[in-house]
């Protein structure tokens, strides 16, 4: 039989105990009474022997014959069997047989003992009766000699019958006493054993579901209660530690997923386990992937597989990532992504715990910025080069001329005067455009905002070109909205459309037409400049607005490569952007949007953005 409770088999070794203990208490209890009736009846068949014998004794010995007679009186008298042996062991009389057809008593253990000088007594199955008897024999002692013995017998039936009733008395009571203590084991067992436990266990296995909020309700006052009040506490703890942990994971997870970096998390068979919104958004993969996960993958092959998947758009890093798996050491690398623009990764490795055992984070940084700023800086140092040569040379040849040849001629003279002077001032107009680039980049100037009508800021700008755009006769055209009122530093915002003004009369063919348009765009003002000019390549039109960057067929023409540089700057200060559109061959637009009202930078740099000043210190 199997037992499948608790409260089941403590009512079985309950029932089987009670069993055990009953039977072996009845046996010794039925024993008990059998060996007190047989030694009562025992005690009574002695006395009742004395009682013969002292009757017997003053006539002994009787002739034979006689004694079967004197031995029936006798026995009316005893109401017992009555037996008289001679001493050596011939019956001489007997109240239910005839003693001459007994044979000899000399070796009955009763008689013995009696013949010993003691009386004797035993038990066993009369041949004569045929039945149980209890025989008791005294000696006939007269003058301190033994004459003879007086056996009693009675029948021991009724002893037995009684313990058989007993028995049976005993058997129903034990019966009973089962069918009790079964029914209150199992009641006791159901009520202070099998509910606690299985409240216990129902708890406890709410628990394991995470379900830690649930508490287990057991009022029996008992060690039950206290198992039960210490795992609701327990979970009341963990419960804590759970949300602490899970507040704490929410913070680092924010953390992560608001980093310009790309984070991805890396079992050490190769397994992708995390990746922030950085690297989920440039790596395609789902939002899934945002949530931490166990490698339960046990096969190396399904794990470069699956790697290979993530990062099927980015095969450099696969291989990256591949190399560092197979080191212990952390490693940085850099890779170029080639594509519609080239990207310049730094992939970083770092294994949190025991290498190639435990999980490998990998950080990913766009470096194309970085790198194309100190490209820039490159640039910047080449095209001021060659842009403080020519001045500076001009202006030593200027002197050198003057030096070797001092003329009379105050013309001559003046004239090499005003070309030094010239060129002078074209270095300081250098000196001064990368200054203010400076300024502004760094927004150590303050805007000077207010409400302004961004039309009339055009209308100015596009006035105080005119002697610009006469000389090439190039028409400049203003048209606008009705609501162009924006929140501005007019001077500034009319330098930035000045110098738009300014390239775009500079690169129009003769004769033709610059168009200057101010729309209304909802929360924004927008600003464009079209021009008829040779227009831009496509590959070009990231780079126009970097400082000293001028396209390959603009490089002659007179200019610091800065105007555009300069607009960037004052327009992102103003919280706006710029654009450009363009196309070779059919001119170009450029312009920028203005917010209606204050936000963006407006003075305060940008934590975010590493601004190109630094690489002009």
């Known amino acids: 039989m199997r037992l499948t409770s608790l409260s089941k088999k403590l009512v079985f070794f309950y029932v089987a105990l009670m069993i055990a203990v009953l039977s072996a208490s009845g046996l010794l209890l039925l ?259 945002g949530e931490y996960i166990q490698d339960i993958s046990q096969s190396h092959l399904l794990t470069s597989r699956h790697r290979e998947q993530v990062l099927g758009r980015t095969p450099e890093l696969n291989k990256v990532v591949e190399f560092s798996l197979g080191r212990e050491q952390d490693t940085r690398q850099e890779i170029v992504q080639i594509g519609p623009e080239e990207i310049r ?64 001629d105050e013309a001559v003279l003046i004239d090499f005067l005003k070309r030094i002077v010239r060129e002078t001032e074209r270095l300081q107009n250098l000196i001064d455009e990368v200054m203010y680039l400076s300024r502004v980049e760094e927004t150590k100037t303050s805007l000077s905002s207010r409400h302004a009508d961004v039309a009339l800021i055009a209308q100015r700008a596009a006035k105080s070109i005119t002697p610009i755009a006469q000389a090439k006769q190039v028409s400049v055209n203003v048209s606008s909205d009705a609501n162009t009122e924006a929140y501005v530093d007019p001077e500034m915002i009319e330098r930035a459309m000045r110098c738009l003004l300014e390239n775009a009369v500079k690169f129009s063919p003769a004769a033709s037409s610059v168009h200057c348009t101010i729309l209304d765009a909802g929360d924004e003002v927008k600003y464009s400049v079209t021009d008829e000019g040779p227009g831009i390549p496509e590959e070009a039109q990231s780079r126009v607005f970097e400082r000293f960057f001028k396209v390959e067929p603009s490089r002659n023409t007179p200019g610091w490569g800065l105007g555009l540089a300069v607009v960037k700057h004052i327009v992102e200060a103003h919280g706006g952007t710029t654009f450009v559109e363009s196309k070779v061959g059919c001119g170009s637009t450029f312009g920028f949007t203005l917010p209606r009202q204050a936000k963006g930078r407006a003075g305060r740099p940008d934590p975010a953005r590493i601004s190109d000043a630094d690489y002009l210190r």
């Open 31 to 289: 024993r008990y009474i059998y060996h007190v009736m047989i030694d009562s009846l025992a005690e009574d068949l002695r006395v009742r022997a004395i009682l013969v014998a002292e009757r017997v004794l003053p006539e002994w010995p009787r002739a034979p014959g006689i004694g079967d007679s004197v031995s029936r009186y006798l026995a009316e008298i005893a109401e017992a069997r009555v037996t008289l042996v001679a001493l050596d062991g011939t019956v001489l009389g007997d109240s239910s047989a005839d003693s001459s057809l007994m044979e000899n008593h000399s070796q009955r253990p009763e008689i013995r003992a009696a013949l010993a000088g003691s009386s004797g007594e035993s038990m066993r199955m009369s041949p004569t009766t045929g039945e149980r008897m209890l025989y008791l024999a005294v000696p006939l002692i007269r003058d301190g000699t033994i004459h003879g013995v007086v056996r009693l017998s009675l029948s021991a039936e009724f002893v037995y019958d009684r313990v058989r009733t007993l028995r049976y008395g005993l058997i129903s009571s034990l019966g009973l006493g089962l069918l009790l203590a079964a029914v209150s084991g199992m009641w006791l067992g159901t009520k202070f054993v099998s509910t606690p436990l299985a409240k216990v266990v129902t708890g406890a296995r709410e628990f394991v579901k995470g379900r830690l909020s649930h508490r287990i309700q057991v009022d029996t006052g008992d060690e039950w209660a206290e198992l039960a009040a210490s795992l609701n506490n327990m979970a009341s703890s963990l419960d804590a530690q759970v949300t602490g942990l899970a507040r704490e994971r929410d913070r680092v997870r924010a953390m992560l997923e608001s980093l310009p970096d790309g984070v991805l998390l890396f079992s050490a068979r190769g397994s992708l386990l995390f990746a922030n919104e950085r690297a989920r958004n440039w790596l395609s993969l789902p939002d899934s992937a």
């Open 345 to 408: 990764l730094e992939v970083r490795s770092h294994w949190l715990e025991t290498p190639r055992v435990s999980d490998m984070l990998v950080v990913i940084r766009d470096m194309t910025p970085i790198r194309r700023l100190e490209q820039a800086r490159r640039d910047m140092v080449a095209n001021v080069s060659h842009e403080l040569k020519t001045p500076v040379g001009a202006i030593r040849a200027l002197a050198e001329s003057l030096i070797a040849s001092p003329s009379e």
